[in-house]
């Protein structure tokens, strides 16, 4: 305990510090802590592990931002972003799949169909479809654009493309261990989810009504609120294999409407951003070790990184564009959907256990994690300078 509490004050002091000090540069305060995080970890001084308490904080960060965000999603425009950023999602995912299955059977041969190999280069591409939002919702937050129509698209695509990713997931390692039935089951769980998630959040939502209106604006009503929040993040990832993140940022979707929602969001943005979201963003960077990489990783790496992010702007960029959007705005989709985090860690951390990947490959992962989470706040933050400038 002794230690985490130095650890603990090291991420705050640090990392906040390098956050304002980016924000006063100009660029958005998550890069500031993201940087933090690497000088404090075994890429710089070495001074801070990734433990477990860490991790659990961090992981708490990123749940309560995704609650935040859905929070403030505007129902009516999600329900009309609904078409498109499925489309969105769908091609975000298919394209770095086929992007990062070529990328490795171009760097290590292809192999024929069934092989342990083919089924390795299949996976490759299914760590490039994950897509993390909680770093594109902290730029868009910054930015005020977060209950945009663009906002609103971005962060929709993003939970559609985790359940696509998952779905992928389970597939490919269903089919390279021989299990069957593997799609039929996610399908369904994934079914399932959605339904009891939409029963629960209904009945959350008239719960919240009713305390709201007994005790508006007390301090039980964020508090409730982030109490079902935790619960339905835990029913997501435990019995439905969904992403925890998915199941907070419905949740808070479900309590949107609530006359105190605008409350409910200041309350839990003030525990977020000034603990929670910056032990995540550092924890990004304290993962982080290139010491260890071999010539022939890091160049794997590094065109893992290319094509990982090409992909994704380019797949999501144009239906972006397809769909209606001018060319800026769809390049801006593209960009937001291409930052990776614990999806695609956990993605990988399961072709490690059963064999489909080999645990050098965590480096090219970590690398696309800290190179998408420097450059999308950064490129965004531009984007939209130059169209303020414009305007």
Request: hydrophobic content about 50%; overall charge positive; charged content about 15%.
């Given at each position: 305990m002794i230690e985490f509490l130095k650890d603990f004050g090291l991420?705050?002091?640090?990392?906040?510090?390098?956050?304002?000090?980016?924000?006063?540069?100009?660029?958005?305060?998550?890069?500031?802590?993201?940087?933090?995080?690497?000088?404090?970890?075994?890429?710089?001084?070495?001074?801070i592990e990734s433990g477990d308490t860490i991790s659990l904080f961090a992981e708490i960060g990123v749940l309560m931002m995704m609650f935040s965000t859905g929070?403030?999603?505007?129902?009516?425009?999600?329900?009309?972003?609904?078409?498109?950023?499925?489309?969105?999602?769908?091609v975000g995912v298919l394209v770095p799949l086929l992007g990062g299955t070529l990328l490795y059977s171009c760097?290590?041969?292809?192999?024929?169909?069934?092989?342990?190999?083919?089924?390795?280069?299949?996976?490759?591409?299914?760590?490039?479809?994950?897509?993390?939002?909680?770093?594109?919702?902290?730029?868009?937050?910054?930015?005020?654009?977060?209950?945009t129509k663009l906002g609103t698209v971005i962060v929709s695509a993003a939970i559609i493309d985790d359940v696509i990713g998952m779905i992928v997931l389970t597939c490919v390692v269903g089919a390279a261990s021989g299990e069957k039935g593997s799609f039929g089951v996610i399908l369904i769980k994934t079914i399932l989810f959605f339904a009891i998630a939409w029963i629960v959040g209904y009945l959350a939502n008239r719960g919240m009504e009713f305390l709201d209106k007994k005790y508006p604006h007390t301090q039980r009503i964020p508090i409730f609120s982030l109490a079902i929040c935790f619960l339905m993040a835990y029913m997501a990832e435990k019995y439905f294999g969904i992403a925890d993140i998915?199941?907070?940022?419905?949740?808070?979707?479900?309590?949107?409407?609530?006359?105190?929602?605008?409350?409910?969001?200041?309350?839990?943005?003030?525990?977020?951003?000034?603990?929670?979201?910056?032990?995540?963003?550092?924890?990004?960077?304290?993962?982080?070790?290139?010491?260890?990489?071999?010539k022939d990783m890091l160049v794997f790496s590094a065109l893992?990184?290319?094509?990982?992010?090409?992909?994704?702007?380019?797949?999501?960029?144009?239906?972006?564009?397809?769909?209606?959007?001018?060319?800026?705005?769809?390049?801006?989709?593209?960009?937001?959907?291409?930052?990776?985090?614990?999806?695609?860690l956990i993605v990988a951390q399961k072709g490690l256990s059963i064999g489909l990947i080999d645990s050098a490959f965590f480096s090219a992962v970590i690398l696309l994690i800290i190179v998408s989470s420097i450059a999308t706040p950064l490129l965004l933050k531009y984007m939209y300078r130059e169209n303020s400038k414009k305007g």
């Open positions: 991420v705050l002091l640090i990392c906040k510090s390098l956050g304002i000090l980016s924000k006063r540069l100009g660029a958005p305060q998550v890069v500031g802590e993201i940087i933090g995080g690497l000088i404090l970890g075994p890429c710089v001084l070495d001074v929070l403030g999603t505007d129902l009516k425009q999600l329900m009309k972003s609904g078409k498109t950023a499925f489309m969105i999602a769908l760097f290590y041969g292809f192999a024929s169909i069934g092989s342990k190999e083919f089924y390795s280069a299949i996976f490759i591409g299914t760590i490039m479809t994950a897509t993390s939002v909680s770093i594109t919702v902290a730029t868009l937050q910054e930015l005020g654009k977060i209950n998915t199941g907070a940022y419905i949740m808070g979707v479900a309590l949107a409407s609530v006359d105190d929602a605008k409350y409910i969001e200041k309350k839990v943005d003030i525990s977020a951003y000034m603990i929670f979201a910056p032990v995540f963003f550092a924890n990004i960077g304290l993962q982080t070790n290139l010491k260890s990489m071999t893992f990184v290319l094509v990982a992010l090409i992909c994704k702007i380019l797949g999501c960029g144009i239906v972006a564009r397809l769909s209606g959007f001018d060319t800026k705005d769809a390049l801006k989709v593209g960009i937001g959907m291409m930052t990776r985090g614990e999806v695609a």
